[in-house]
């Protein structure tokens, strides 16, 4: 088991660093995901626990609003700057905004993850337990 007493005293890894390298947000050296999206449990760096983490849609929200106005200005400039046929399109819009949309959902998510460690952000309560 990793010295968390060790990992607490070092300097804060800042939430945007943590997000692009998608690396925990405490120590900023065990990864984040074990595959593209899928959580681990805790960091293998530090032992930081990982329940806490509840980004809930919001990486989705993001995600949807960036790609769509991404992709709908690609379109546009691609059809009346360009002429690209309909297939071109297809390959355009869906090949490319679905590489785009997951590596994107990992920096969100992993972004998302830190500001909610950096913030303590946590369920609203009415009373403490």
């Not at 609003?65 to 046929?85: D, R, Y």
């Not at 490319?96 to 303590?120: D, E, S, W, Y």
């Amino acid at each position: 088991m990793p010295n968390s007493s060790a990992s607490n005293s070092a300097t804060p890894v800042a939430p945007l660093t943590a997000g692009i390298l998608c690396k925990c947000p405490r120590c900023g050296k065990g990864p984040l995901f074990v595959h593209l999206l899928n959580m681990r449990d805790s960091c293998s760096g530090c032992g930081l626990d990982y329940k806490f983490v509840d980004t809930g849609d919001g990486p989705a929200v993001f995600a949807i609003f960036i790609l769509g106005f991404l992709s709908m200005g690609a379109a546009m400039i691609a059809e009346f700057k360009f002429g690209v046929p309909w297939w071109g399109h297809v390959l355009l819009l869906g090949v490319a905004m679905p590489i785009f949309a997951v590596a994107l959902l990992r920096f969100l998510k992993a972004t998302l993850i830190a500001l909610q460690f950096k913030n303590k952000a946590e369920e609203g309560r009415l009373h403490k337990d």
